[in-house]
């Protein structure tokens, strides 16, 4: 157990790595580009709006982990299909490779390139439409992307959505001739996903594993959600790991109005009091409500779950929430733990116990990396 439990956290360290890989795509804010990691959360979290199955949000977990050795590759640009196609493979083997779960990643990133199934077909319509999206719900989009938008949608791989999404694709181009789309349940799932992008400029305490940068909440949301996949052999009796990536990829989106609450800063002892607790509940309300109204009371829902960890899901999701900060910091030397003064105990009596709550291997683990760690 121990060794399969070392070689999850070595695949979910490389995958940190796919934070650092930028994209042609920029924030709505036009502020930043998009790196890889963010845009894997942000498709699966549309996916999910837009009713996919699990088996179709798993793929979007991992579809562009390859990009890690690859890089992103701009639909705009030439590029060798053929190259490409040998090099994502060779990535795919090495990445997947560092799992003891590899055979089954592989097969799951396979289904999803070759387009063939149902799910995988569901996946990539959610992969291929977000970056259309990405622009075109941009309050000022940049004038050469929506160039790029049209040219897609008329000759690219977009121009199949006329068949399969037609609904999507009539919004998209009522904004392209500079119209006000009617209001409707796809309206409002955008305006939901449109909102939903200022969570990658959410920066929390913890720095990437390479210490380049500090994490932000989307990014974080994707690699939990990854957390879920590669631990749930570890979910306890009535655990549904598919729920619990659910719960994640939206458990965060509160800290668009509220921000991040470092758990170790003299600030973070507010995490529980009634102040946050009522703006984080004013700040489900508002965003979720955005969605159509039975929608956005299930999210609610979900989120309020979560938040409760009283369900063997909700606590199964607290663990991995407080999992995952540790890994980002014994592998970037403790920077987040320096900053704010973090000692062995604090870590025990803060993120241990709720570790061990839902997923009492993982604790035992890393309490003695964590041990070595201050040693």
């Excluded at 400029?201 to 909440?217: M, T």
Aim: charged share 25%; net charge negative.
């Amino acid at each position: 157990m121990s060794d399969r439990i070392a070689r999850q956290f070595a695949f979910l360290a490389e995958a940190d790595r796919l934070k650092s890989v930028d994209r042609a795509n920029v924030l709505l804010d036009l502020s930043r580009p998009e790196n890889s990691a963010e845009h894997s959360w942000h498709v699966a979290l549309q996916a999910m709006v837009f009713g996919a199955s699990d088996w179709a949000i798993r793929m979007l977990l991992v579809h562009d982990l390859v990009e890690i050795d690859t890089g992103d590759q701009p639909i705009h640009l030439d590029h060798d299909a053929d190259a490409l196609a040998r090099s994502e493979l060779q990535a795919a083997d090495r990445i997947f490779g560092l799992s003891p779960d590899r055979d089954a990643l592989m097969d799951l990133w396979l289904e999803f390139e070759a387009g063939a199934s149902p799910d995988a077909v569901m996946a990539r319509r959610m992969d291929h439409s977000q970056p259309l999206f990405q622009v075109l719900l941009a309050p000022q989009p940049l004038a050469d992307h929506v160039a790029i938008v049209r040219d897609n949608m008329t000759g690219g791989r977009a121009a199949r959505l006329d068949a399969e999404w037609p609904e999507a694709m009539a919004w998209a181009r009522a904004v392209l001739a500079g119209d006000v789309p009617p209001d409707s349940d796809l309206a409002r799932r955008l305006r939901f996903l449109a909102e939903a992008d200022a969570l990658k400029s959410v920066f929390r305490a913890n720095l990437l594993i390479d210490g380049s940068r500090r994490e932000n909440s989307a990014e974080h949301s994707w690699h939990l959600a990854l957390y879920a996949l590669a631990f749930a052999g570890l979910a306890g009796p009535g655990v549904d790991p598919d729920r619990v990536i659910r719960m994640l990829l939206i458990h965060d989106l509160v800290e668009i109005d509220v921000g991040d609450v470092p758990l170790h800063s003299a600030a973070g002892q507010a995490h529980g009091s009634a102040e946050i607790q009522a703006a984080e509940a004013a700040a489900a309300a508002r965003i979720f409500g955005l969605l159509p109204p039975d929608q956005g009371a299930d999210l609610l829902s979900l989120w309020q779950e979560f938040e409760a960890a009283a369900t063997p899901d909700a606590v199964f999701a607290k663990s991995l929430d407080r999992c995952q900060p540790v890994i980002q910091n014994l592998r970037s030397g403790g920077a987040g733990w320096v900053d704010y003064g973090v000692t062995f105990d604090d870590i025990e009596a803060r993120v241990g116990r709720k570790i061990t709550l839902g997923a009492p291997a993982l604790w035992h683990w890393l309490r003695a990396e964590v041990q070595a760690f201050f040693a």
